[in-house]
């Protein structure tokens, strides 16, 4: 194997970044031939493998190819000699081959080039194993440990342990975590520091507490990644308490914490609502200097949110120099649970006119207090775009967020006002078959509005008869309104009767069938509906007009002088008055304190 390789084909394949990492100190050398006009490229062992190191971790695929091909042409450049230290150089190059196709290649890539090696060593075998392991090919990785064993040339080591051992994330790979750990004890690999550590994440990961905690406490020494994986075990399984005493220990002892070590202590003051230990870590952070990380500063804000303390999570959003989605989310979700829904509909107003993308995890944290929302300007759950609502929820569903009542509320809406009948009973269905969620009489509403809306009246008609529960004053109301948009006086007469003896002093029905027969022309069963809403002593409601100006909705009545700035209006009503008679236009004997406002 020769000690330097000379390239021509494969300068224009590099990027120009790698050449201050693979040249640090000196310049590469470039030779011009004389019977080449192309300039040739001179790399020794070393510097190939930090090309092929790069190439797979920045996924520069076609780099790599391109220096293995290199190989295939000239095959003398790669395989070794009987000289022990070329032999050593040309396994260096094969194993950052081999590691380049793990990381960007296809496992079909990773096996050939495996199985055309020349020789191989324990990082060879490694490589096979962490590459099949990383795709999920957990029976091709255990299998490729397995011939390593049976070799009788090679050897695992720690980091074979602990690349097996990062791929036991499961319940299911309880039983393989507890051989390793035999495995681990039985070579003497028990004294490693980064083989304790995943023997602690992994025993976490597949449920078994006890054992984690035994390897920890049984360790011979421990270092920060020791100390925080313990803790943050602790706190995934929400063992808060337990973690905080271990992180006070910890603080006590000679090993510093690191920001993922606060990150998780912070994360254990918020599930306990513990405000003083939570107030004492920000304090720390502050004399470390690192209260600003973005992760840091979502979890103060998640922190001070939990423990009711708004004000302290919205200065330290306000003050933040980057934020990202996590951070909007968290500020989001601590102003809607605790009070301050306006504001959080003000600030989610603002993110979505800003032109901010609005993922499932921001949308699911002000749902809630959008649903009784009366402002004229609601986000595109009820009132705007009904399919942007719905590709959220499949959104939510593929990033693994469970919906609520109020997430199906929203798209029943959302089908409701798009026109889609069959998507809105789907939806319907798939809350009780698929989630658990018993629907409510608002649910039930909405279908009905949306059957409504389609024309098919005789279908909501029938979808509440064959409800599980008795219909409410909502669902009539929802079929009546339904009647008076498409003027059907005999399913609405139904509808009124029924919400007559729901609400006996409501005049909803009476108006709502007298308006059905005035679209139909039908003026005798209107007086008649009139006169007997007079009969029973039913009065109609005052007719009022509103309207939003600045995030505030302004209502009025007939002849209404008890808003505030009332002159003002009429004082333009009637210049309006005055230029709409300048035009010709006659109103008879209306004067403008009779015009409705």
Wanted: hydrophobic share 40%; with cysteine.
């Amino acid at each position: 194997m020769k000690s330097q390789w000379i390239f021509t084909s494969l300068i224009p394949h590099i990027p120009s970044c790698f050449s201050s990492i693979l040249f640090p100190f000196k310049t590469p050398k470039l030779y011009q031939f004389p019977s080449s006009n192309l300039p040739k490229l001179v790399l020794n062992h070393l510097d190939l493998s930090l090309l092929l190191s790069l190439s797979g971790k920045q996924g520069f695929f076609l780099l790599g190819s391109s220096i293995h091909a290199s190989f295939i042409k000239n095959p003398e450049n790669i395989y070794p000699i009987e000289d022990f230290k070329d032999s050593n150089n040309a396994l260096v190059v094969w194993n950052s081959l081999l590691g380049m196709y793990s990381r960007c290649g296809t496992l079909t890539d990773l096996t050939k080039l495996f199985d055309e090696m020349p020789m191989r060593d324990t990082i060879s075998w490694n490589t096979m194993v962490s590459g099949f392991l990383r795709n999920g090919k957990f029976d091709e990785g255990f299998a490729y440990f397995k011939q390593m064993g049976k070799s009788g040339i090679c050897w695992f080591d720690q980091a074979t342990l602990t690349t097996i051992l990062s791929a036991c994330d499961r319940v299911e790979f309880y039983h393989v975590v507890k051989m390793m750990h035999g495995l681990v004890f039985s070579n003497g690999y028990e004294k490693e520091i980064s083989v304790g550590n995943s023997l602690i994440t992994s025993y976490f990961r597949c449920g078994c507490l006890s054992s984690g905690r035994q390897v920890f406490d049984e360790m011979f020494e421990r270092n920060v990644i020791t100390w925080t994986a313990m803790i943050s075990s602790l706190v995934q399984n929400e063992l808060y308490e337990e973690s905080l005493e271990l992180f006070n220990q910890m603080r006590s002892g000679p090993v510093c914490p690191n920001s993922l070590t606060y990150l998780s202590s912070l994360v254990a003051c918020s599930g306990l609502q513990a405000l003083t230990g939570g107030r004492q870590i920000h304090s720390l952070l502050w004399k470390l200097g690192i209260q600003s990380e973005v992760c840091i500063e979502s979890s103060l804000m998640d922190m001070y949110s939990k423990c009711g303390q708004v004000n302290d999570a919205w200065k330290i959003f306000q003050s933040a120099q980057d934020l990202d989605e996590v951070s909007m989310t968290v500020i989001l979700m601590g102003l809607a649970q605790n009070g301050f829904e306006e504001e959080a509909k003000r600030f989610f107003m603002k993110l979505f006119e800003s032109g901010i993308e609005i993922d499932p995890n921001m949308l699911s944290a002000v749902l809630g207090v959008f649903i009784e929302d009366t402002s004229l300007s609601l986000a595109f759950a009820r009132h705007g775009d009904g399919c942007r609502a719905l590709q959220l929820y499949e959104e939510m569903r593929s990033d693994g967020i469970a919906p609520t009542d109020i997430t199906f509320l929203s798209l029943l809406h959302a089908c409701s006002h798009v026109g889609l009948v069959e998507k809105g009973m789907e939806l319907l269905k798939s809350m009780t078959d698929v989630y658990g969620i018993i629907p409510r009489a608002e649910h039930y509403a909405c279908v009905v509005d949306m059957l409504g809306r389609a024309g098919l009246l005789n279908e909501a008609k029938t979808f509440i008869e064959g409800l599980p529960v008795k219909a409410d004053m909502l669902v009539w109301q929802a079929l009546l309104g339904a009647c008076s948009i498409r003027g059907d006086s005999e399913i609405g007469k139904y509808a009124a009767n029924q919400l007559i003896l729901e609400t006996p002093e409501s005049p909803v029905p009476y108006v709502s069938m007298a308006n059905i027969y005035s679209s139909r022309g039908k003026w005798k069963e209107r007086a008649r509906t009139i006169k007997r809403m007079k009969e029973i002593g039913v009065s109609k409601e005052i007719g009022i007009s509103w309207i939003e100006i600045e995030k505030k909705v302004h209502s009025f009545v007939v002849q209404d002088r008890m808003h505030p700035q009332a002159e003002l209006m009429y004082g333009i009503l009637e210049e309006l008055l005055e230029l709409m008679l300048e035009e010709g236009y006659v109103p008879g004997n209306v004067t403008p304190t009779e015009c409705q406002t």
